[in-house]
């Protein structure tokens, strides 16, 4: 490959690295061609953008980034596979859910602005809530006080309403 190749390929790296807010490097040594193939159509139905790359060229882009990578760079040996992501626990869901025997097996990953290296953390990657569950746990907590003060009122209607049409109905 010529230089000028390295140099396009750690450009675009580097590119996709600032493009997308998380990333999994994954072990991809082991898988062949169709498991490979079913792993990529996978991973576009899952809006993750799959990169098999060479380590020196991963390597290159990860010092040329503005975020320091470096406790990554140890992952980087075998045959690597970038799963690029802007939600955080979509690829780790995916590895847990395709994984056959460690295969393919997660190296490390960059999510929420924290490291997670080795695979043993995939457990603690697929916990972790994406933006949207946030938010959505966010607005329920909101929501139950104020559902609770109209059900107080409701049913305080009712009970009015109810002693009101006794009282209405009862001779005199």
């Known amino acids: 490959m010529k230089k000028e190749d390295k140099a396009i390929i750690i450009e675009q790296l580097g590119a996709k690295l600032k493009e997308y807010a998380h990333f999994y490097l994954v072990d991809v040594t082991a898988m062949n061609a169709a498991a490979t193939s079913d792993l990529r159509r996978r991973c576009f139905k899952s809006d993750i953008k799959m990169i098999v790359v060479k380590n020196t060229l991963l390597h290159k882009a990860l010092e040329a980034a503005e975020v320091d990578y470096s406790p990554l760079y140890p992952c980087l040996k075998g045959t690597t596979a970038v799963f690029f992501c802007n939600t955080a626990n979509v690829p780790a869901k995916l590895i847990k859910e ?33 933006k949207n569950e946030v938010i959505a746990e966010v607005v329920a907590l909101l929501q139950s006080p104020a559902k609770n003060v109209i059900s107080s009122l409701q049913s305080a209607g009712q009970t009015i309403h109810g002693v009101l049409k006794t009282l209405g109905e009862r001779p005199e």
């Open 98 to 130: 395709v994984s056959k025997d460690g295969i393919p097996g997660l190296k490390a990953a960059y999510a929420e602005e924290g490291f997670y290296v080795g695979a043993d953390q995939l457990d603690v990657l697929c916990s972790i809530k994406s």
